[in-house]
């Protein structure tokens, strides 16, 4: 499978732990973007990398929600002392960007991580 | 929060019938894509619209972008059960890289 892949589908856990999503996205895209969608609600955005950079993060991110992409592959999302309002569907998704084309490109999502919060 | 405003939250149908969603910023998008949504899965891209004006046609949708760049639309020309599904539209505001959201216009079609 060439797609784009998230583990793990489904997390549960008691408030105040931290949680850790991973996303591994197609292989010759070069930008990676996290969205959080909660019911009836669109995709909303967290954070973008170009590569291994962080270009852009969302004014509405707590402190607690932190991401990486070390190598410019895959990427993690980390989310620390979670609360139950964190419960959604995170889910991650990436692109190919060619500058010398213009916009950004199609994304491609992967099925996303569920994560409730107890 | 959302940037992209979509009317309206939720449309049913019968088969057969057009539908038609709207999308709305406040600020000139340097693009837009419309993405479909079905119950239960992810977000699957349908189109990207980049110049002031754009009408594109994909069988039975017709998508549209705004002169001003600021508004988009999606019609469906008598739809069938398998449009069933959440309709999001998607915008990059200028000088920014990342793609904004609508709500979703969430599609129901009656047999």
């Known amino acids: 499978d060439t797609g784009v892949s998230q583990n793990p589908r489904h997390k549960i856990t008691k408030r105040g732990q931290n949680v850790t999503f991973r996303c591994d996205p197609i292989?010759?895209?070069?930008?990676l973007y996290w969205y959080r969608q909660t019911l009836g609600q669109g995709p909303e955005f967290l954070t973008y990398?170009?590569?291994?950079?962080?270009?852009?993060k969302s004014r509405l991110l707590s402190d607690r929600f932190s991401a990486e992409r070390p190598k410019g592959s895959f990427s993690t999302l980390e989310i620390q002392r979670t609360e139950q309002g964190d419960s959604a569907m995170y889910l991650c998704?990436?692109?190919?960007?060619?500058?010398?084309?213009?916009?950004?490109?199609?994304?491609?999502f992967g099925e996303g991580s569920r994560l409730t919060v107890l | 929060g959302q940037q992209v405003m979509q009317i309206p939250q939720y449309q049913h149908v019968q088969e057969g019938e057009d539908f038609t969603t709207y999308c709305n910023s406040s600020?000139?998008?340097?693009?837009i894509q419309w993405y479909k949504q079905r119950p239960g899965g992810h977000p699957v891209f349908l189109i990207q619209?980049?110049?002031?004006?754009e009408v594109k046609k994909q069988k039975r949708l017709t998508f549209q972008f705004g002169e001003a760049k600021k508004n988009s639309s999606l019609h469906i020309t008598a739809t069938q059960t398998t449009d069933v599904g959440t309709y999001f539209c998607?915008?990059?505001?200028?000088?920014?890289?990342?793609?904004?959201f609508g709500a979703g216009t969430r599609l129901t079609v009656k047999p």
């Open positions: 998607a915008g990059r505001l200028t000088m920014s890289n990342d793609m904004r």
């Open positions: 600020t000139t998008l340097s693009n």
């Open positions: 619209l980049v110049k002031s004006g």
């Open positions: 998704a990436s692109s190919f960007a060619d500058f010398s084309r213009g916009p950004t490109g199609e994304l491609f």
């Open positions: 292989s010759e895209h070069n930008r």
């Open positions: 990398f170009q590569n291994e950079a962080q270009l852009e």
